[in-house]
């Protein structure tokens, strides 16, 4: 809050300032929460919609009356950070495929029976699990990276878990 301050050299603004924070920081939380589902990145947002407001302070009249515009600055704040990490992981994940291309997942983990059976997998099932568990992705990561909801995607992990305990099972049924 302070560092909004040292940027303002009225006294007027200054005041319209601390009124805007002290009656929208938890609205403007909630708002860029609802829309990340980070905590760390709503405060970003927060911040980000803050310094907004300062560089436009002087078109506000009266904070009372313009809730619905700090509001907005605050969504596009929000919606800006969400774009960028999304492009992100976009990134990575091409990266990732780059680097990794289409080697066989047995590769990875010799030959063992496990990569076998990852790779007899659904495609989806099988990009799931590897994110979480080869690449270290945690369910809101993958949600994202899938364009799905973080509830979503971990039951979707859990049932490729599901399928892939069962076919470990088949197998080891073949082998007794």
Known sequence: MFIFLTIIDDKDDRTKIEQIYELYAKSMKIIASAIL???EDAEDAVQTAMLNVCKHIKKLRDPIDEKWYIMQITKNAARE???????RWKREMALEEELVG???????DGESDLAKRIEELAPRDRDILMLKYLHGYDYSEIGQILGISMEAAKKAG??????????MGKEDQNND
């Open 37 to 39: 589902h980070d905590e």
């Open 102 to 108: 289409e080697v066989p997942l047995a590769q990875y």
């Open 81 to 87: 950070i969400y774009r960028k990490k999304k492009k």
């Open 158 to 167: 859990q049932r490729a878990k599901d399928r892939l305990e069962k076919a």
